[in-house]
């Protein structure tokens, strides 16, 4: 995805080891998760979607600025995200399984989960196992490093020129 390298690796209030999950299991984050995490800044139930939509419609004009449209995006959200109090499921497997500087020791975390994890980690792991067993290791091994090189860039515009050397290579 166009960006990815960039924005991947600060989900989470900056938190890489998330990104990294994302990036090489391609997990979905839906509803209220978006906003907890911190990839949306705000999640809006549906039933109070279209009253958004009409009052932004009925307030905007040229004076309308973000901050604008931030007060009236709240006065409708279910959740808002907070730097300080962040989460993201499976947060803490996560955390134990993807703090790695190679895909050979992201599977080793991962069996050493699945001999010695709880019955609900054993579940997660061999269903995170399944996904990358069937993706293509050179693509984990681009993610990894995309990710890697993606924290430590100063702008979105350097995430892109990265991703374009990688797709002319």
């Not at 009925?58 to 007060?71: P, V």
């Not at 993606?150 to 290579?169: F, P």
Request: proline share 2%; net charge negative.
């Amino acid at each position: 995805d166009v960006g990815a390298t960039w924005w991947l690796p600060r989900v989470c209030n900056n938190d890489n080891k998330v990104g990294l999950f994302l990036g090489l299991t391609g997990d979905r984050v839906k509803g209220k998760d978006l906003a907890y995490s911190g990839i949306a800044t705000h999640y809006v139930p549906k039933e109070k979607f279209e009253i958004l939509k009409k009052e932004i419609i009925e307030k905007s004009n040229r004076d309308t600025n973000l901050q604008n449209l931030r007060e009236i995006v709240q006065a409708y959200s279910e959740v808002t995200f907070s730097p300080e109090n962040y989460t993201f499921p499976n947060i803490d497997e996560i955390h134990r399984t993807f703090s790695i500087d190679s895909m050979e020791e992201l599977h080793n975390r991962l069996s050493l989960m699945l001999e010695n994890g709880s019955d609900s980690e054993k579940l997660w792991t061999k269903k995170i196992l399944n996904t990358l067993n069937k993706a293509s290791q050179i693509s984990q091994a681009i993610v990894l490093e995309q990710i890697k090189r993606g924290i430590n860039l100063k702008s979105i515009e350097d995430a892109y020129n990265l991703e374009a050397q990688l797709v002319a290579a």
